[in-house]
């Protein structure tokens, strides 16, 4: 198991980069792990709900 305190952003080299970029990158990392990790898209949603919640499924 991974620790919960070290994330590794996929987009982000060594080089130098100004925080305010690397803060993008971290929270995109966080909502694309937590999505894949979390394994949200197949969690509790009610993707047949609604017309709405059907196309959103779709999608993907």
């Known amino acids: 198991m991974e620790p919960s305190n070290i994330l590794k952003i996929d987009t982000v080299d060594n080089s130098w980069r100004d925080k305010d970029s690397v803060m ?20 509790p949603t009610a993707w047949e709900a609604d017309k709405n919640h059907s196309l959103a499924k779709n999608k993907h």
């Open 24 to 43: 993008l990158d971290a929270c995109f990392q966080l909502l694309k792990d937590c999505i894949e990790k979390e394994n949200l898209i197949d969690g």
